[in-house]
């Protein structure tokens, strides 16, 4: 999916955002230039900078799907933060760097779980071997006459003193009716680590997320591997030895080196409300969560290394797309060198009742196949008639400028309010055919809509 023409992207987001041709435009040619810059001569390539966005619009109109569904769509690394939840270094709150080790957490986990899946299967087979053995341990070699030491003989021996091997089909008969489930519900006794582990915090300046430390990590092998003995039924044993032996196959360095270059070269951080950061000119004192955020971020955008524990991470070529209604500031109040960094802004339109009404149908997770969905569960088929999605439609809209704006959001409150009853009685209700037409949905919502402090509160 990486090689997407910019047009292909484009009909791809199609298919969950409603409107937003320009900004759609936007990320397809900033996700076609990674691409693009990839196929360059070695020497431009570390030249060549990605150029990051500006998303400028009311709640609820797309950017942060925009942004979620585009790395979906390549399986980039994808990470939303919100840039009020951070504070200037040296501060109570989260640094600026935080986003960068987030990331590659999420990065690392991922490729790991994708590592688990390739040695499933391999994993599996040693599980199955070790299942066999607790349930037919092997046979002891006697012991040589010349060995005196008798203080050291296991005692586990003695059962297997003068027993005969056993024989190769037994094995292969318990092998047959583990793989048939016969033994699922038998007990045995396996050891199992103790995941738990002593947790000290301590105080730092590098953020809250930081302040846990797990002790086990920090002192590696020094610390006794804790085990317990735990009578399970052999599906679970199984269960349990063959995640383990899949953790022990994973390559977790390679993993590590993997996550990080795939950050580098194809992470996409959103940083959503990133005019909450711009300072007020009534303000007093030092802006440690505003402009000095500003200040933190511009090194990061700008491309900088960030320590981590797993290593340091260049963020010179990371896909940085910003955010923010923008209502009481403009993105020229942001400090220039912030803005030099994000030089392509798009402004999204606001939806009115064609919007609302494709929203409603269009995409492949239509709000209104949603709802249908969950009462097909139940037994139930509801169909909305077309003068019931105009009427939704309109009265999204009216609210929505008699109200605050919110977008694409007010819809989930007006198909709820729309649909309370129905849904509460939809487990007990005798007609599993129910038709929403324009009128039922007049009938419903008016009392709501036309009472302007009832509509606020409830809407």
Not at 100 to 110: A, F, H, M, Y
């Amino acid at each position: 999916m990486s090689d997407l023409k910019p047009s292909e992207i484009v009909k791809e987001l199609d298919k969950y955002i409603i409107g937003q041709k320009r900004a759609k435009r936007s990320v397809a040619i900033a996700l076609r230039n990674r691409w693009r810059r990839k196929q360059v001569p070695p020497v431009l390539k570390d030249e060549i900078a990605p150029k990051n966005i500006i998303l400028i619009g009311p709640t609820g109109v797309g950017k942060t799907e925009i942004a979620r569904r585009l790395a979906k769509l390549t399986d980039s690394p994808f990470y939303k933060v919100e840039a009020s939840k951070f504070t200037e270094i040296g501060y109570v709150g989260r640094d600026v760097e935080s986003m960068i080790r987030e990331l590659l957490e999420i990065t690392v986990n991922k490729l790991k779980y994708a590592e688990h899946e390739n040695v499933k299967e391999k994993a599996e087979q040693i599980a199955e071997e070790r299942v066999l053995d607790l349930l037919l341990p092997k046979s002891e070699k006697p012991r040589s006459r010349g060995n005196s030491d008798s203080s050291k003989e296991p005692q586990v021996e003695l059962v297997h003193v003068g027993q005969q091997p056993d024989p190769p089909s037994t094995r292969d008969k318990l092998r047959k009716m583990l793989r048939d489930g016969k033994l699922d519900n038998r007990f045995v006794d396996l050891d199992v680590a103790d995941r738990s582990s002593p947790v000290i915090e301590i105080f730092s300046n590098v953020g809250m997320e930081e302040m846990g430390i797990n002790l086990r990590d920090m002192l590696g092998g020094m610390l006794p591997k804790n085990v317990k003995r735990r009578k399970v039924k052999v599906a679970e044993a199984f269960e349990i030895i063959s995640n383990e032996e899949a953790m022990n196959l994973v390559d977790m360095d390679k993993v590590v080196k993997n996550a990080i270059e795939l950050l580098e070269q194809s992470g996409i951080i959103f940083i959503d409300e990133i005019d909450k950061v711009v300072s007020k000119d009534s303000s007093h004192g030092p802006e440690v969560s505003r402009e000095g955020v500003q200040r933190d971020l511009l090194p990061i955008v700008e491309g900088s290394t960030v320590p981590t524990k797993y290593g340091p991470v260049k963020t010179d070529h990371v896909l940085f797309i910003a955010s923010g209604a923008f209502h009481v500031c403009k993105p020229s109040d942001l400090i220039p060198e912030l803005q030099g960094r994000f030089p392509i802004r798009v402004e999204l339109d606001s939806l009115g009742q064609a919007e609302f009404k494709r929203i409603l149908t269009e995409p492949q997770n239509a709000l209104i196949l949603q709802y249908v969905s969950l009462l097909k569960t139940e037994g139930v088929t509801i169909e909305f008639k077309e003068d019931a999605i105009d009427e939704i439609a309109r009265i999204a809209e009216e609210v929505n400028t008699r109200t605050e704006n919110i977008g694409a959001r007010r819809l989930h409150t007006l198909m709820e309010c729309l649909l309370d009853d129905i849904l509460f009685d939809s487990p007990d209700v005798e007609n599993k055919q129910i038709i929403i037409d324009g009128q039922y949905v007049v009938n419903k919502l008016k009392d709501i809509v036309a009472d302007e402090d009832l509509s606020r509160y409830i809407l």
